[in-house]
């Protein structure tokens, strides 16, 4: 059977072009050394080396396929062992294996790789990819930085389980998502330390992250036994952390059983970005975060990690959950009831930012991270749940994650499950109704009562 090139794009309806066809990935494994006073020693140097090993299985006979890289230098790839032609177009690296893949076949590449990466500026003018603050440097990937670090299938279909080790000058640390080897590693001669980080669930990669600096480490378990791993940047106020356990337990109760082996945090010095992220398993904080923010990037650990938005487009499935979680929270401890928060939001006039673009549909890159995918999102949420009651509702923060554990799902799988879930066609056409005027409607809604 002739093979043909895998897409250079997984069709993603705000960012074409990243991620890529042909192919599902496996495993990463990934062993990068970290050395910045090598820096401008030698052309193909530069202060990381990495050597990714990305074990696949074709989806359809290929005769070549891309991979998703921003800058570094590329010196050798090779496919199941035979050195591969390869070429560079943008951020598209093209791999011609010598033997063409049969779809089904599992094989594996190894990219050789060196170079300064960097920050990439996003299209709302904030920084994601390779950032650097005082304390060391951290990557982010949401929703496209992960290419500035590894070559991968950069799309949040395409999940996979990573391998990480990292070789790091002496005194520093590296730190990442998943659980550890150990965390106390032998330096070698020249004090140099390599850390291993295993990510035995799948993960989308975006949620993969490497934090390498003079990070404080402590490791400790939850009263249920769940290993915590904490990485503070020197001088940050970490006692928020001691909450992490309380949080779970909440969460837990609200969303399922936590679905991964570890937790913790990554709290950066402030300065390095201006946002947190819910990298699995570990989140990263621009800073010593408040408790509410902590709920957030937890509740993500069910709504964005364990079942991830199949597109950027449907990302308010992360964000309207993650922010609801602070809404149930807050009413869980003594602050204003979703409700009331509800309907200070429904008060904002209707020419405010919030209303702007339905969550369901944000109209380009630029919107990702706006009010209509957080606040109206959440407040969607809260009309489903009016319409469902409270023990629906309670069903549906545990069946929805749980229906598509480490997978994806994009929002007509969310309206076909809520709708699932009524107890009668009158609040099926509720829903429906609910649909068009908060998921899908530009505009403020002209009703605050659900189904209205
Ligand atoms: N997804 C992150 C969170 O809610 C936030 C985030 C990621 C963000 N990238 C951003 C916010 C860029 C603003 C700008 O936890
Ligand atoms: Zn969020």
Same mark, same amino acid.
């Given at each position: 059977m002739q093979g043909t090139p895998g897409a250079a %794009? /997984?069709? *993603?309806? +705000? &960012?074409? =072009?990243?991620g890529n066809g042909g192919y599902d990935v496996r495993h990463y494994d990934l062993a990068l050394d970290w050395a910045p006073? #090598?820096? %401008?020693? #030698?052309?193909? @140097? !530069?202060?990381l080396r990495g050597t990714a090993r990305i074990t696949a299985r074709a989806t359809q006979n290929l005769s070549a396929f891309n991979l998703d890289l921003k800058g570094l230098e590329v010196t050798s790839v090779t496919v199941d062992g035979r050195p591969a032609r390869h070429g560079r177009a943008g951020t598209e690296l093209t791999v011609r294996p010598e033997r063409e893949l049969d779809k089904g076949t599992a094989f594996r590449t190894t990219v050789e790789y060196a170079g300064r990466p960097g920050p990439l500026a996003d299209a709302d003018g904030s920084e994601e990819g390779w950032l650097t603050g005082d304390a060391g440097t951290v990557a982010l990937g949401?929703?496209?930085?992960s290419m500035t670090w590894f070559p991968g299938n950069?799309?949040? +279909?395409?999940k996979a389980t990573y391998t990480l080790r990292v070789t790091v000058p002496k005194g520093q640390r590296a730190v990442s998502g998943g659980e550890p080897e150990t965390l106390e590693p032998e330096p070698d001669g020249d004090g140099r330390t390599t850390w291993t980080w295993r990510s035995r669930r799948p993960m989308a990669s975006f949620l993969a992250t490497l934090a390498i600096g003079r990070y404080e480490l402590s490791r400790s378990r939850t009263p249920s036994g769940l290993p915590v791993v904490n990485a503070v940047a020197p001088?940050?106020? /970490?006692?928020? +952390? *001691?909450?992490l356990p309380d949080v779970l337990d909440w969460s837990a109760e609200r969303f399922?059983?936590?679905? &991964?082996d570890s937790f913790g945090a990554i709290v950066l010095d402030p @300065?390095?970005?201006g946002y947190a992220l819910e990298t699995q398993t570990r989140p990263v904080y621009p !800073?010593?975060?408040?408790v509410g923010l902590v709920v957030h990037e937890t509740a993500h650990q069910w709504f964005g990690d364990f079942v991830t938005p =199949?597109? $950027?487009? *449907?990302i308010w499935l992360s964000e309207g959950f993650a922010t609801y979680a602070e809404w149930l929270w807050e009413e869980d401890h003594d602050g204003p009831t979703a409700q009331e928060t509800f309907d200070r939001l429904y008060?904002?006039?209707?020419? /405010? !930012? +919030? $209303?702007?673009?339905p969550p369901a549909d944000?109209?380009?890159?630029?919107?990702?991270? /706006?009010a209509p995918v957080y606040q109206r999102g959440a407040m969607t949420l809260h009309q489903v749940r009016r319409l469902l009651g409270e023990d629906r509702f309670a069903r549906l923060l545990t069946g929805w994650p749980k229906k598509h554990a480490y997978g994806n799902a994009r929002t007509a799988d969310f309206t076909a499950y809520a709708e699932s879930l009524a107890p009668d066609a009158g609040t099926r056409a509720a829903l429906t109704r609910t649909w068009a005027g908060w998921l899908r409607a530009a505009g403020k809604p002209d009703s605050a009562k659900p189904g209205g």
């Open positions: %794009g /997984a069709l *993603d309806p +705000l &960012f074409p =072009r990243l006073a #090598r820096s %401008g020693e #030698r052309a193909e @140097g !530069g202060p949401e929703p496209s930085g950069h799309h949040p +279909l395409d001088g940050q106020d /970490a006692e928020v +952390l *001691d909450r399922g059983a936590y679905p &991964f @300065g390095t970005v !800073g010593s975060p408040s =199949r597109t $950027w487009q *449907d008060a904002t006039p209707g020419d /405010a !930012g +919030l $209303w702007t673009f944000p109209p380009d890159q630029n919107s990702l991270f /706006a």
